[in-house]
């Protein structure tokens, strides 16, 4: 199967930064996207950012111009810089990828075990 591991969680004041990174691994043929969703308590899981393809990226609004989503260069990994952050973020991170499965046909689902970052006020 592919497998994708998340790091980079943990407690940060308001303000501070974290940096989250997911790595996928297994039988992969291609990535069609990857990016990172959240839950917190009592709220639907929500995209927080995605990069798609060659370099198009998405974010949620609540979000935009205090995260950023990158891609490592020749390595299955994308990186989530949070900047700015706030009590409201405190969430489950869970990293996603749309993957092509070595000797299958078409892009599948994948999901991370999630990682927790806690904001305190």
């Known amino acids: 199967q592919v497998q994708l591991v998340e790091s980079g969680g943990g407690l940060v004041q308001a303000g501070g930064s974290l940096r989250l990174s997911c790595a996928a691994s297994?039988?992969?043929?291609?990535?069609?996207?990857m990016g990172w969703f959240r839950q917190a308590p009592g709220k639907q899981r929500e995209l927080v950012a995605r990069i798609i393809g060659d370099g198009n990226t998405n974010y949620a609004d609540s979000v935009k111009g205090r995260f950023t989503i990158s891609r490592e260069n020749a390595k299955n990994t994308v990186i989530l810089q949070m900047n700015s952050l706030k009590p409201e973020d405190t969430a489950v991170y869970y990293c996603?990828?749309?993957?092509?499965?070595?000797?299958?046909?078409?892009?599948?689902?994948?999901w991370g075990q999630g990682t927790q970052v806690n904001v305190s006020s």
């Open positions: 297994g039988s992969i043929s291609s990535i069609g996207a």
């Open positions: 996603h990828a749309l993957v092509r499965v070595t000797s299958m046909f078409g892009f599948r689902d994948y």
